[in-house]
């Protein structure tokens, strides 16, 4: 019992730096540093790292050790796309089903990240973003197309993470979703979707943007 919580420790907080990025992609992993900071053996950690390994987050090169995976520009690319179709297709069925109470919720976070943009709260707005997607696909009370966009989360949380938000992004995520809530509200489905759909391909395109100047440095 003592052995698998030690083992569920070290998975989970090394798991959580690498998501949110205090591992930087390609960065190595060494088994007696991380042992070393959170206090444990290295029998743990490295059986954290294993599955780690087996859920794509670090992998190892033989006679050469353990590094955080990078995520790349074709990386990115996949992921949006996924996105961009799924969500667009949730947007447009919660523009059909979404009750009135739930398009309150969307209004609520909608309204609060107007205020967390005047006060220049970053890492909140991001949370927002978080619940506002999350509320669309959850309203589509389809389980098969929520499965499949929460494999996503993690990789997700690991773009956040990485790149950083400049004000203007920000401001034009809020507009976007401002846009996305109308369309559901006003049950214009095609519009709903049109409106995910373009703000998933515009953060697409910022993130490559990004990317490719960092990986020629």
Request: charged letters at 30%; glycine letters at 4%; a negative charge.
């Amino acid at each position: 019992m003592i052995k698998r919580e030690l083992n569920q420790q070290a998975y989970d907080e090394i798991r959580r730096r690498i998501l949110d990025g205090e591992f930087l992609p390609s960065s190595p992993l060494s088994e007696y540093q991380l042992a070393a900071a959170l206090n444990l053996s290295r029998t743990p950690v490295r059986e954290a790292i294993k599955q780690l390994e087996k859920e794509g987050l670090v992998w190892s090169i033989p006679n050469k050790g353990t590094f955080i995976v990078e995520l790349s520009a074709h990386d990115i690319m996949e992921i949006y796309q996924v996105r961009e179709r799924l969500e667009g297709l949730a947007a447009r069925i919660a523009a059909e089903r979404m009750s009135g109470r739930d398009i309150e919720l969307l209004e609520q976070e909608i309204s609060i990240t107007n205020e967390l943009e005047f006060a220049g709260r970053i890492n909140e707005i991001l949370q927002c973003d978080v619940r506002i997607h999350k509320l669309i696909i959850a309203s589509t009370q389809n389980v098969r197309l929520g499965a499949i966009l929460a494999t996503l989360d993690d990789q997700m949380h690991r773009v956040r993470a990485i790149f950083p938000q400049s004000p203007e992004w920000l401001h034009a995520t809020i507009q976007d979703h401002a846009l996305i809530v109308a369309k559901i509200k006003e049950h214009d489905g095609a519009g709903a979707e049109s409106a995910m759909e373009e703000h998933l391909r515009s953060a697409c395109e910022r993130a490559v943007q990004i990317l490719l100047p960092l990986r020629r440095n």
